[in-house]
């Protein structure tokens, strides 16, 4: 619950993932996965906190290369569910 407001509050629109790929950077360029990763929810957790969001759902953004159709919404989905498991007690879901 926020102790500003007493109310708690649950954001449903929070976009996870790397967008290089469908931004067209190299290889090269890309960030790191893991350690992206660990600044992404890092990053999250301090700006939720700071808004005083309690609780977040988390989707994948709409930049992911789909060149397999389903097969890449699928695995962009497992990783969102990755992400999810991942941080249980942080409040995204």
């Known amino acids: 619950m926020s102790a500003s407001s007493g109310i708690s509050v649950f954001?449903?629109?929070?976009?996870?993932?790397?967008a290089s790929g469908a931004l067209g950077l190299p290889p090269e360029e890309a960030p790191d996965p893991e350690a992206y990763a660990v600044l992404e929810?890092?990053?999250?957790?301090e700006i939720m906190d700071t808004g005083g969001i309690d609780q977040a759902a988390v989707i994948p953004g709409h930049g992911y290369l789909r060149p397999n159709g389903h097969a890449d919404t699928?695995?962009?989905?497992?990783?969102i569910a990755a992400y999810r498991d991942g941080a249980p007690s942080s409040g995204t879901v």
């Open 41 to 45: 929810l890092a990053k999250r957790i």
């Open 11 to 18: 954001d449903v629109h929070h976009h996870v993932g790397d």
């Open 74 to 79: 699928r695995a962009v989905n497992d990783k």
